[in-house]
């Protein structure tokens, strides 16, 4: 057995959950119950679907009542983020898939998780925007009653208006975790390679009756990817954050030049000036009392949720994009190449990779160890 392999792989692996599948497709059983769940902890929740319902349909007790528990179960998915998202990514599966990065390519779940998490950040500044605006308001709002209607209730209506900002990020939030829990599913599992005219391509998936797609990227072509992202991220990053930062110092700036105005402009000179002119008595200081609203904290946050989510977005992709990179991560936008250089095609490549058949799936160190033998 290959010390190099994961626990989940499927190479030289006598009695694999994967093959004892096929084993039993072939023989045409329906296969136990533990077996689906074994494909399930070794990540083939696909094929453990599939599995499962097939097991139902042979008079299975115990399978036809999960299977109806999952079914009425989607009912209601729509309800949960992560439900609702992972019988998205159920519907998008190849059937008989053993290896699938997704219909989006080798960052396609890195992506979608991203965007998720894009999304959070955005809402979360504009509900605390949303949030200090509505204190403000409160602050200065006057105390009055008739008849059943009175300030707290009309609070607490305000109050209730925006509690939908919470419960969409946490909706969000949740389809992220779902996205990421894909995304390092992948990872854990590792690129597959396949060897082909003395160089190795990433599998892109992988079907059990051993029909397959690669990626066309030789190792050049993934090597000048990375060496044009690490020479732009940097600067980039270093731009965002500087961004970021030149905007707080600006909002700080603003609230305090507000503040200072507002507290010490002459503001009586301006009310006698205003009693010139009859269409300005509406904005007299004891008809609106402008000196209880706080509008330097309102627009100040007003400035902030139209100035720093995109430059803070910005950063924020970019700083994990950076991260997962260091991390060597291999799928996502651009990854760290491993994998050696490829030897030139010989006699004896030709043969080994004519050796291997229908196995010739390999990890990056098992392809490093093919190509310095």
Do not use: C
């Not at 396609?108 to 979360?124: L, P, R």
């Not at 998936?205 to 797609?213: E, H, M, N, P």
């Amino acid at each position: 057995m290959n010390e190099f392999l994961p626990k989940n792989s499927l190479i030289n692996r006598p009695d694999t959950a994967i093959e004892r599948y096929v084993v039993a497709l072939k023989a045409g059983q329906p296969v136990p119950l533990g077996l689906v769940q074994e494909l399930k902890t070794a990540g083939h929740v696909a094929l453990a679907g599939d599995a499962l319902r097939q097991l139902a349909a042979s008079g299975d007790n115990q399978a036809k009542a999960e299977t109806l528990l999952q079914s009425f179960a989607g009912l209601f998915a729509w309800l949960s983020p992560a439900a609702s998202t992972r019988q998205k990514i159920a519907r998008i599966r190849v059937p008989g898939m053993v290896f699938d990065i997704g219909p989006d390519g080798f960052a396609g779940w890195y992506s979608s998780m991203m965007k998720e998490i894009e999304i959070v950040a955005a809402e979360t500044i504009r509900a605390i925007v949303n949030l200090t605006i509505i204190y403000a308001i409160f602050v200065a709002m006057p105390e009055w009653s008739y008849g059943y209607a009175n300030s707290t209730l009309l609070k607490i209506a305000i109050f209730l208006l925006w509690l939908p900002s919470p419960a969409h990020i946490a909706w969000h939030w949740e389809v992220a975790r779902v996205y990421a829990a894909e995304w390092d599913r992948l990872e854990v599992h590792g690129p597959e390679w396949h060897f082909e005219n003395g160089a190795w391509f990433r599998f892109v998936f992988v079907r059990l009756d051993g029909s397959y797609k690669i990626d066309p990227r030789t190792r050049q072509d993934r090597v000048d990817q990375e060496i044009e992202s690490v020479r732009t991220r940097g600067p980039q990053l270093a731009q965002a954050a500087k961004a970021t930062l030149s905007g707080l110092f600006r909002i700080v700036v603003f609230y305090v030049i507000l503040s200072l105005v507002f507290r010490y402009a002459p503001w009586s000179q301006l009310w006698a000036w205003m009693q010139h002119w009859d269409w300005l008595q509406q904005w007299h200081p004891e008809t609106w009392n402008l000196q209880k609203w706080n509008l330097p904290l309102i627009l100040t946050a007003l400035n902030v949720g139209e100035a720093l989510p995109t430059s803070a977005i910005q950063w924020l992709r970019l700083a994990i994009d950076k991260w997962s990179y260091e991390k060597g991560k291999q799928f996502i936008p651009v990854p760290r190449v491993f994998d050696p250089v490829p030897s030139p095609l010989t006699l004896e490549t030709v043969k080994e990779q004519t050796a291997l058949g229908d196995e010739r799936r390999v990890k990056p160190r098992e392809a490093s160890r093919k190509m310095r033998s």
